[in-house]
């Protein structure tokens, strides 16, 4: 079975770093291109990075460039976000999700979310 | 990159149909066919019901149809059922900034 698990969410102040985790099982990770979408209270989806398979390609959202990182390591099928600098807008539940189609289609497999609070 | 348009509800009755447009630019919907739709109930994560435009995955039910004409693109639910009531979100992939998602559309079934 295909699953992803994002981890590492939680309660933090402005300003702040925190690291984010998705563990992926039931498939070839290295395989895939890999994106983190979040999603805020009552708002709709937003994407927030995208990397391919080999980490060769790497995009942000403009809202997030600069602060947040992408990474993944496909010995241990993991992808990560590191988020520096976090501001009251970066509030949300994030998503990590499999890219399908060369890249082109977002999100055959999503996780579970994990909920980032940015509040003093 | 500003997100898609999509109308904030769309209505039906059972057994009726209903259409959700999803309007973008020339340099996301309009250049590419890579137009996908996801379903998402309240508090879950969201589910992939029709991708490249046209295509659904396996598992999900030929009442979902999706179509493309120029910078709009539309979802058809067929068939309504009560348990389509939820919320639904376009995306294209975007020559800009890779992906964008849509405004989201909530669908009440009467």
């Known amino acids: 079975e295909v699953q992803l698990v994002e981890s590492g969410g939680g309660l933090v102040t402005p300003g702040v770093s925190l690291r984010l985790s998705c563990a992926a099982s039931g498939f070839t990770f290295s395989n895939y291109a890999m994106n983190w979408v979040r999603q805020a209270p009552g708002k709709g989806l937003e994407w927030v990075s995208s990397?391919?398979?080999?980490?060769?390609?790497?995009y942000y959202a403009d809202s997030v460039k600069g602060r947040f990182t992408i990474s993944r390591d496909n010995a241990k099928n993991s992808l990560y976000l590191q988020m520096n600098s976090l501001r009251a807008e970066d509030t949300a539940v994030y998503y990590c999700?499999?890219?399908?189609?060369?890249?082109?289609?977002?999100?055959?497999?999503w996780g579970q979310g994990t909920l980032v609070t940015v509040s003093s | 990159q500003s997100a898609l348009t999509q109308p904030p509800s769309v209505s039906g009755s059972p057994g009726q149909s209903v259409t959700i447009s999803c309007t973008g630019t020339?340099?996301?919907?309009?250049?590419?066919?890579?137009v996908s739709w996801y379903q998402q109930p309240p508090g879950t994560a969201p589910k992939l019901m029709i991708y490249e435009v046209s295509n659904r995955p396996s598992g999900v039910p030929d009442r979902f149809s999706g179509s493309k004409s120029g910078n709009t693109a539309s979802l058809t639910i067929s068939g309504l059922r009560a348990e389509d009531e939820t919320d639904y979100y376009c995306s294209s992939y975007t020559s800009s900034s890779l992906y964008v998602f849509g405004t989201g559309t909530r669908v009440t079934v009467l």
């Open positions: 999700a499999r890219s399908i189609s060369g890249g082109g289609t977002l999100g055959d497999c």
């Open positions: 990397v391919s398979s080999g980490s060769h390609y790497i």
């Open positions: 020339s340099s996301d919907v309009g250049s590419y066919n890579r």
